[in-house]
């Protein structure tokens, strides 16, 4: 099992930044991929960014250019920060990971983007 913890959400004003942390506890040597989904209110849980063991990075549209993911499953930590963040950006934002057999996901922080 692999335990996941986010912190780092917050108000901010839209064209503001946060920053979102998650560290990972517990059987992390199975983790293969890490990223970050988002679940605005009413909506389905999307992707926002991961990333592999060999570095590869992939972002879902509505990130790119303006959130950035970062971190090394070695360490068993990402990042993500959120640039020019926007109304629509507000979301509860989960940490996850991914072993070969299955997915973790930590509680989730929240964002809220005023206008």
């Known amino acids: 099992q692999v335990q996941l913890v986010e912190s780092g959400g917050g108000l901010v004003q839209a064209g503001g930044s946060l920053r979102l942390s998650c560290v990972a506890s517990?059987?992390?040597?199975?983790?293969?991929?890490m990223g970050w989904y988002r679940q605005p209110p009413g909506k389905e849980r999307e992707l926002v960014a991961t990333f592999t063991t060999g570095g590869t990075t992939h972002y879902a549209n509505s990130a790119q250019g303006r959130f950035t993911i970062s971190g090394g499953i070695g360490q068993s930590t990402t990042s993500l920060q959120t640039d020019n963040l926007k109304p629509e950006d507000t979301a509860v934002y989960f940490c996850?990971?991914?072993?070969?057999?299955?997915?973790?996901w930590g509680p989730g922080t929240q964002v809220t983007v005023s206008s």
């Open positions: 517990g059987d992390t040597i199975t983790i293969i991929t």
């Open positions: 996850t990971a991914r072993s070969r057999n299955s997915r973790f």
